[in-house]
């Protein structure tokens, strides 16, 4: 008998508890966001009240993304536009950890690590620096998923899988995550069974995480890049294998199902971009 994957309308697999669970947090911002067309900036930066045009305004993504977060030390992980983005979170308490190359989310994790050797928290926070609208209830109830598996996916239900990656479930765990390139060649059948969406969002027990950033770090992948106009051959490291590796040894792997698919929205478009300007002025209630 397949195992039941929860829809929509299911309760997560995951209770409401708050987390008392000592949290440190990693913010992945290094990218570049090539789709964001018009804009050379660091999108992380753009701003969630508009002013003349979207990319003008007030109250910026990266600054609303770390007011969220559990209490506890965090991290930045920088490298596009690092001098701006330095400037315009100076008044905050973070550590800023430069990724020198942009190599993948397990890089930015790799260029962390000695923030989190020295920050040796109970729970680790790995977020987007272009997910606004999450919540810090949301973060939270991913730390505390950590009190009963190694690490926990926020994981979401969308109408429309697009591209993003799909967890490989049994029950509540999650076997390992699916990216497009694979499952879009999978029958229709076969997609069905993936139901839910990967957010990029994470919470890992330290000490796990810390064990297993030498194994990631270890097994690169050597994909070919278009970079200045040559093919390029580049070593990148993904977040995602660590679920692998967790099942390989026995240590379970878990996921928090979001309330909403909006609340991971990513801004990875001009056309994202407004949208979750939009949704983001209904929340506080701002007109246009």
């Known amino acids: 008998m397949k195992n039941q994957i929860p829809r929509k309308n299911d309760s997560a697999p995951i209770d409401d508890r708050s987390s008392a669970l000592p949290a440190a947090s990693v ?37 609303h993304i770390l007011e969220s977060l559990p209490s506890g030390p965090a991290a930045l992980v920088v490298h596009h536009r690092k001098d701006q983005v330095i400037e315009q979170t100076a008044g905050l308490s973070l550590t800023y950890c430069e990724q020198p190359v942009l190599n993948g989310t397990g890089g ?14 109970a729970g680790i926070l790995i977020t987007m620096g272009d997910v606004p609208l999450v919540t810090r ?34 029950g509540h765990s999650v076997k390992r995550i699916v990216e497009w390139e694979y499952w879009h060649r999978y029958t229709a059948n076969q997609k069905e069974n993936l139901y ?7 919470a890992v027990r330290g000490a796990t995480l810390l064990d297993y950033l030498p194994v990631i770090e270890s097994r690169p992948h050597r994909v070919t890049k ?12 993904f977040i995602t294998d660590l679920v692998e590796y967790l099942n390989r040894d026995g240590r379970e792997v878990g996921y928090l199902l979001a309330a909403e698919e909006q609340e991971v929205m990513g801004v990875d478009d001009p056309e994202a971009l407004e949208k979750v300007q939009r949704l983001y ?4 209630g701002t007109p246009d």
């Open 281 to 284: 002025a209904e929340r506080c």
């Open 27 to 63: 913010v992945l911002a290094a990218g570049k966001g090539s789709r964001m067309t018009g804009y050379d900036g660091c999108k992380a930066l753009l701003p969630l009240l508009p002013g003349k045009n979207p990319f003008e305004g007030r109250c910026p993504i990266l600054i």
């Open 108 to 121: 930015g994790l790799l260029a962390a690590r000695r923030f989190l050797q020295q920050n040796a928290a």
């Open 196 to 202: 839910l969406c990967n957010s990029g969002i994470y």
């Open 226 to 237: 278009h970079l200045e106009g040559v093919d390029t051959l580049v070593e990148e490291y």
């Open 137 to 170: 209830e949301t973060y939270s109830r991913l730390i505390q998923a950590i009190e009963d598996v190694h690490m926990a996916v926020l994981a979401f239900a969308p109408a429309d899988k697009k591209r993003y990656g799909l967890l490989e479930v049994d």
